[in-house]
Each structure stands twice: as structure tokens, then as C-alpha cells.
């Protein structure tokens, strides 16, 4: 580590990293059941996980994300989509945290999209893996929320949908790779997609 002038360390915060598919420590949070936030010593943690699940996703530029995903094993997931109001103009909605999140009902019909995940990268990080999933078309779910420590019961369709069913996932240790229907020609259901040059 460098030293600076004074002849001190250099305090510097280590900048959040995902946990990719493949990664040494990705058996102990990726494909585990995550824990439910209980205990207030878990509320304490929340703050600033949430912070750092939220500068995760944006920097990425990904839509949800998973507490697992960064390393902790509690039951987190944070969602914010973007939607497009012009053609050159592309809006992130206001992000939602979820904590404990469940699903309580769910529609009959079942709608094929396309998915990627944060976690399923090639090692150089220049490609993601990307792949058709069947999910649930509206789905209803109960969770807490970070502030106010209250029972929220919402309703999710479409595409906001498919992002909360593929995050509540990952609390419970599956990644969308577990649900790409392998009867089909697994060529037509993956593709690698180069990823967008990051600009900082
Ligand atoms: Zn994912």
C-alpha cells in the first residue's frame, strides 16, 4: 500500500466489487439462502449497504441488484430501473429498497425475456452473458423498506417485474442461469454482449 508524505498509510475506500460467477468467495454468497435483516445489529448495517449496493448498480449501469452480490449475506435487493422519455433521453426511476423481500401471488402466464446479471461476466469484464428466461407476467410482494421499517405490499408488472423476480433470486442462491430452459438449443437461448465502454 502507498505511503503518503507524512510517512502514514493512505486511507483509501476500497471501491465495492461484485461477486462474479467463478470467483473464489462466490460459493459462500451466490448460491446461498440469504438471511433475513432481524436483529438490530443487521439494521445497523443497512445504511451503508444500501449505499454501496446502490453505487454498485449505477456505476455498472444495471437495473437491480442483490445484497449477495456484494458480499453480504442479508436479505437486500435494491431495483432501479430507467425508462426512456425521449429518444436521447433515458430516466432512472427512483430506486427501491427492499429488504426481506417475499412473493405472495403471482400471474398464470409467464412471459419470455431476455436477462443478463451482474455476476455472469466473462474475467475480463468486457462481456455479459445473456439469456432467455420465463417469468412471471405481475407478481405481488411484501417487504420492508429501509427507513420506516414498514410492511409494503406492491404490485410489479412487465419488465420491472422480471427485474424483481431475477433479484429475489439471488436471496435465494439461484442466478438466472438456473431457469434458461436447456431443452431448447442452448446456443439460441445464450449470447455473450460486448459490454458499453464505461466513461467516469
Ligand atoms: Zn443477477
Same mark, same amino acid.
Given at each position: 500500500m502507498p505511503k503518503n508524505k507524512a *510517512?502514514?498509510?493512505?486511507?483509501?475506500?476500497?471501491?465495492?466489487?461484485?461477486?462474479?460467477?467463478?470467483?473464489?468467495?462466490? *460459493?459462500?454468497?451466490l448460491g446461498k439462502q440469504a438471511k433475513p435483516v432481524q436483529r438490530k445489529s443487521d439494521w445497523a448495517k443497512l445504511p451503508k449497504l444500501v449505499k454501496t449496493l446502490l453505487c454498485v448498480l449505477r456505476k455498472a449501469g444495471g437495473q437491480g441488484i442483490s445484497a449477495p452480490q456484494t458480499g453480504s449475506r442479508l436479505s437486500v435487493v435494491v431495483i432501479e430501473t430507467r425508462k426512456t422519455v425521449s429518444r436521447r433521453n433515458v430516466a432512472p426511476s427512483r430506486p427501491i429498497v427492499m429488504v426481506n423481500p417475499v412473493i405472495t401471488d403471482r400471474s398464470g402466464k409467464m412471459v419470455m425475456g431476455e436477462e443478463g446479471c451482474l455476476s455472469v461476466i466473462d474475467p475480463d469484464g468486457t462481456h455479459v452473458l445473456r439469456g432467455k428466461v420465463e417469468r412471471h407476467q405481475w407478481i405481488k410482494v411484501t417487504y420492508l423498506d429501509l427507513k420506516r421499517r414498514q410492511h409494503?405490499?406492491?404490485?410489479?408488472?412487465?419488465?420491472?417485474?422480471?427485474?424483481?423476480?431475477?433479484e429475489i433470486d439471488h436471496l435465494a442462491g439461484k442466478l438466472f442461469l438456473d431457469r434458461v430452459d436447456w431443452r431448447h438449443n442452448a446456443a439460441k437461448q445464450l449470447r455473450m454482449v460486448k459490454l458499453k465502454k464505461k466513461t467516469k
Amino acid at each position: 500500500m502507498p505511503k503518503n508524505k507524512a *510517512g502514514g498509510r493512505r486511507r483509501k475506500e476500497t471501491p465495492p466489487r461484485i461477486v462474479l460467477v467463478g470467483d473464489d468467495s462466490c *460459493g459462500s454468497v451466490l448460491g446461498k439462502q440469504a438471511k433475513p435483516v432481524q436483529r438490530k445489529s443487521d439494521w445497523a448495517k443497512l445504511p451503508k449497504l444500501v449505499k454501496t449496493l446502490l453505487c454498485v448498480l449505477r456505476k455498472a449501469g444495471g437495473q437491480g441488484i442483490s445484497a449477495p452480490q456484494t458480499g453480504s449475506r442479508l436479505s437486500v435487493v435494491v431495483i432501479e430501473t430507467r425508462k426512456t422519455v425521449s429518444r436521447r433521453n433515458v430516466a432512472p426511476s427512483r430506486p427501491i429498497v427492499m429488504v426481506n423481500p417475499v412473493i405472495t401471488d403471482r400471474s398464470g402466464k409467464m412471459v419470455m425475456g431476455e436477462e443478463g446479471c451482474l455476476s455472469v461476466i466473462d474475467p475480463d469484464g468486457t462481456h455479459v452473458l445473456r439469456g432467455k428466461v420465463e417469468r412471471h407476467q405481475w407478481i405481488k410482494v411484501t417487504y420492508l423498506d429501509l427507513k420506516r421499517r414498514q410492511h409494503h405490499n406492491r404490485t410489479f408488472r412487465g419488465f420491472k417485474a422480471r427485474v424483481v423476480q431475477h433479484e429475489i433470486d439471488h436471496l435465494a442462491g439461484k442466478l438466472f442461469l438456473d431457469r434458461v430452459d436447456w431443452r431448447h438449443n442452448a446456443a439460441k437461448q445464450l449470447r455473450m454482449v460486448k459490454l458499453k465502454k464505461k466513461t467516469k
